[in-house]
């Protein structure tokens, strides 16, 4: 079953169009991951995709049902839930009462239990009683993901993880994510670190200035070195695929 | 009226707005003539708030300057004329001012009437004084309106702040009561200071004991001032301020054990309105500016039935004493231009004005609801009585008249 | 004189008390909106009104009007956000607050025309004869006042630490994004906290009717009163608020008496600034610890 489709989407900030008519899809279970340089819409596309922004034209389905029109807080409810790239904790929180307040969105399922998420994370399970906001880098994101996957969703947008952290946080996280692979959940990764991205997607999507520049497996974009070309702009006239 | 919303409130606030704007936007029939006189028309012009906080000054007003008006014009009007009410709402002193000069200049009424207590009166007075428009206030204190002199200016049914004080003085001694130490509690406001100046200067005068407290405007805690007060031993105490800020004071210190104390309070607390705040209110004084309360005699409660009549229904608190002294006022109005012997140019009224006796409602067939007002040359204050007033059995009435102090 | 310090400091509890529940309604509002809401005072006077038309006009029970007031006035709150400020949600915060400030006067404003009074007066919940405590009268009025607004901030602080709705308004206040992200709509929240806001200024009103009195002026007291103890308090979480109600009213009380009668309203904002001064946050502000 498809996860997610997105066909034509298009989001703006007054003339500026950041998402161009975007369209891509993910299966159940898999892990995509949306490559591309500084500027490409990365972050435009999978928030308007989770609520956050408004989307100017464009449908979004989830588990096959249309939810271009729902806000962010209906659409983790159903069970599309977001890590975003700043993380927006509640810094006066504990890691406890954020984990608590996320089981808010688990509406019509059985949250995931904390004890699984400690599991997945322990040092959380460490700093229980510590406020968010005086948790170190590494941890506030490793939090931001828990928090996600408290609301025990059925696709994960993941947006730039690892960025800012050292790469010893990257390789938990790495192998953190694999592990909600394994679960059965779908991933969306946006990531410009090739090392995660590498790690754990198996199809790829290219953007370049809002545009859907290249698809294709994982392993076929490392041959091919699309990063390269994308990130260089070589793709700029060359919408073959 | 079962149920409560404020959809109702709102509701009957809107329809109260739109019946307010159309009163007000009702264009005059007798505007732009010179003077305001029409071979069948006299155009009174008035001021006054009609909503914000004296808004309780300025409808009465309205209303039973026009009930006067309709009275007097049922019974064929003055000099062949019917009277006119032109009123304008304003409350703050700009907006008095600028009322007041419409009126004037543009309305060009025949007088000009302040029925918006002193703070209208005061903010006016110098433009009255200026043109010179025949000008008679019915509600304000002030001596802003009185000072200097002005042969334009006459005031009615209102006295001023030395002959009130004087008579809240003398209430202390009524009915053999001896005070020993008296204690003043007063609002920091305009109104309360300019009688505890004048209550101040005769206890002086008199070397009488006494202290002073005062309070906020609005207050509703009078704690440290009544502990003062009963360190001191006072065993009378005049409150000036509104019937609420008195009211509750005399209920606080009810409640500390500060019983046996006389309380005279000021005009402005006289209301029924501080009963309920008391529950049992009786015993305390203060003075009327009329000879009965509604309700007290049988010319005060035809009052009361016809006010509702020609309202449809009498708002929470009225008649209230602004209501006595409009519809008052409004026949004292009839009787001076009646006493131009229909001359009717300004200098005429002015000059015959100046010359009333006993002026007000009883010559024409209306209700005896005010003392009546009279006027020389010299002094333009029409009334100089004040009534004695008491609550008794729960209900104000006016013991006895106290003639100028 | 005990007896005397004593009568001073139990007005100011008393006093302190009503604006504590006062503050506690615009914490409420602000914690989860953003949004000081300076309608407050106006909805507590609606409360106050709304009693005395249950105790006075239609003689209805007393404790009719402690359960019918608070969750009419939420109503009204909730729909008053719905209808007015839901437009407004992308407009500047400057424009909320003139939008707050001006449905409270219309408000009273709308109360005035229909009800041209100066005062209504409500009786007390308890009339009988004072209780008598080292030579202190303390009326029963009294006595139910400061427990029953102090019994409902504490209330409130456990509804807010522990309940689902206060961790979601918590939430909102850390965070607007994240909170969407756990689930809580804005909308709900916000007219959620609206209402219990409104729920709040009405008890406040039903609790304040019978010492004051209904009137206009009253809309304008509670608000002041209620924004200097939420500023002291640090305008974030009800323990502040209740600390700044009791603090002002045991300020302003004490100034009253043994500085100067006429200091009583000075002693409020000289509270404020030196609060301010000290801790510009106020004394009860939720702080995150170290800032990463």
């Given at each position: 079953m498809t996860a997610l489709r997105v066909s034509g989407l298009t989001v703006t900030y007054g003339p500026v169009v950041a998402v161009n008519e975007l369209s891509f899809a993910i299966e159940s279970g898999e892990t995509l991951v949306l490559l591309g340089p500084n500027g490409a819409g990365k972050t435009s596309a999978v928030e308007a995709i989770a609520g956050l922004l408004p989307k100017r034209r464009g449908a979004v389905d989830f588990l096959g049902k249309?939810?271009?029109?729902?806000?962010a807080s209906t659409i983790v409810r159903r069970g599309l839930a977001l890590v975003p790239q700043w993380r927006e904790l509640f810094r006066t929180f504990t890691v406890e009462e954020t984990l608590v307040a996320a089981t808010t969105a688990a509406v019509g399922r059985a949250p995931t239990p904390l004890a699984a998420v400690y599991e997945l994370f322990p040092v959380l399970q460490e700093r229980r009683q510590q406020k968010a906001g005086s948790l170190s880098g590494g941890e506030q994101q490793m939090l931001a993901i828990a928090r996600a996957l408290v609301t025990n969703p059925r696709l994960l947008l993941l947006d730039e993880p690892s960025a800012g952290l050292s790469s010893g946080i990257t390789r938990t996280l790495i192998a953190a994510i694999r592990r909600i692979r394994q679960s059965g959940v779908a991933i969306l990764l946006v990531e410009q670190n090739m090392e995660i991205a590498r790690a754990v997607g198996e199809r790829c999507c290219m953007l370049a200035a809002g545009r859907l520049a290249w698809s294709g497996s994982m392993q076929e974009a490392m041959e091919r070195n699309e990063a390269e070309r994308v990130y260089f702009g070589a793709h700029r006239h060359d919408d073959t695929g | 009226m079962r149920n409560f919303n404020v959809r109702d409130v709102l509701v009957g606030a809107c329809s109260l707005a739109a019946g307010a704007a159309l009163i007000a936007g009702v264009p005059s029939a007798a505007r732009a003539q010179v003077n305001g006189v029409t071979p069948t028309e006299i155009s009174i012009g008035a001021i006054g708030a009609l909503t914000g906080p004296l808004a309780f000054i300025g409808a009465p007003g309205r209303d039973s300057l026009s009930m006067a008006f309709d009275e007097i014009n049922a019974k064929g009007g003055v000099c062949g004329r019917k009277l006119h009410l032109d009123f304008e709402a304003a409350s703050s002193p700009a907006e008095s001012i600028a009322a007041a000069k419409k009126l004037v200049e543009e309305d060009k009424v025949f007088i000009f009437v302040?029925?918006?207590?002193?703070t209208g009166a005061a903010a006016a007075a110098d433009y009255v004084r200026q043109v010179g428009v025949p000008t008679y206030n019915l509600y304000g204190s002030t001596p802003i309106i009185r000072n200097p002199f002005a042969k334009n200016v006459f005031n009615g049914a209102v006295v001023p702040v030395e002959v009130s004080a004087g008579a809240l003085i003398k209430m202390f001694s009524d009915g053999g009561y001896k005070p020993k130490k008296f204690g003043i509690l007063a609002g920091t406001y305009a109104f309360p200071q300019a009688t505890l100046k004048a209550a101040e200067d005769i206890f002086k005068r008199d070397k009488a004991d006494f202290t002073v407290e005062q309070f906020d405007i609005g207050a509703r805690d009078f704690t440290s001032q009544l502990v003062s007060l009963q360190r001191q031993n006072v065993d009378s105490i005049l409150v000036l301020g509104s019937f609420s800020e008195a009211g509750f004071a005399i209920k606080q210190a009810r409640e500390m054990g500060m019983t046996n104390i006389r309380w005279v309070v000021d005009g402005s607390a006289v209301s029924s309105a501080i009963v309920p705040i008391l529950g049992n209110a009786d015993g305390i004084r203060g003075y009327y500016n009329a000879p009965a309360f509604p309700g007290q005699t049988p010319a005060t409660r035809e009052f009361e039935a016809r006010l509702k009549k020609f309202l449809g229904s009498v708002p929470q608190g009225r008649p209230s004493i602004y209501d006595l002294i409009g519809y008052g006022s409004g026949y004292v109005v009839a009787e001076a231009i009646q006493a131009t012997h229909c001359q009717l140019t300004r200098g005429n009224l002015i000059n015959a004005w100046s010359h009333l006796k006993d002026a007000g409602p009883t010559k024409r067939g209306g209700l005896d609801v005010t003392f009546p007002e009279s006027y020389t040359p010299t002094d333009h204050q029409g009334v100089y009585r004040i009534g004695a007033a008491i609550v008794k059995d729960g209900k104000w009435r006016v013991y006895r008249v106290i003639n100028k102090p | 004189m005990l007896g005397e310090l004593g009568f001073v400091l139990l007005a100011g509890v008393k006093f302190g008390a009503l604006y504590a529940l006062a503050a506690l309604g615009l914490v409420v509002v602000h914690k989860a909106t953003?949004?000081?809401?300076?309608?407050h005072g106006a909805f507590a006077m609606l409360g106050a009104f709304a009693s005395f038309l249950i105790v006075v006009k239609w003689q209805w029970a007393y404790w009719a009007a402690y359960l019918l007031v608070p969750p009419a006035i939420g109503l009204v709150a909730a729909a008053l956000e719905f209808v007015v400020l839901r437009r407004l949600r992308q407009a500047d915060m400057f424009t909320v607050v003139i939008a707050t400030i001006f449905l409270g006067i219309a408000l009273a404003e709308a109360f005035r025309l229909t009800y041209n009074t100066e005062l209504l007066a409500v009786p007390a919940l308890f009339t009988g004869p004072p209780l008598v405590v080292e030579g202190l009268f303390i009326t029963r009025d009294t006595a139910w006042v400061i427990a029953g607004a102090l019994a409902t901030a504490v209330a409130c602080i456990i509804l807010f630490r522990y309940g689902r709705f206060g961790r979601g308004m918590r939430a909102m206040a850390a965070n607007i994004r994240g909170a969407q992200l756990c689930g809580y709509s804005i909308d709900g929240v916000y007219m959620l906290a609206w209402f219990l806001g409104g729920a709040l200024a009405g008890l406040t009103g039903v609790f304040i009717a019978p010492v004051t009195g209904v009137s206009v002026d009253l809309a304008i007291s509670i608000i002041t009163a209620g924004f200097v103890a939420g500023v002291i308090g640090g305008f974030d979480s009800p323990q502040g608020a209740i600390v700044g109600g009791l603090l002002l009213g045991i300020a302003e009380s004490l100034a009253a008496a043994y500085v100067s009668s006429a200091m009583k309203n000075c002693v409020s904002f000289l509270l404020l600034f030196v609060v301010l001064m000290w801790r510009p946050e106020g004394l009860f502000a939720e702080r995150a610890g170290r800032s990463v």
């Open positions: 249309d939810i271009s029109r729902l806000n | 302040l029925a918006s207590g002193s | 953003k949004t000081v809401n300076f309608a």
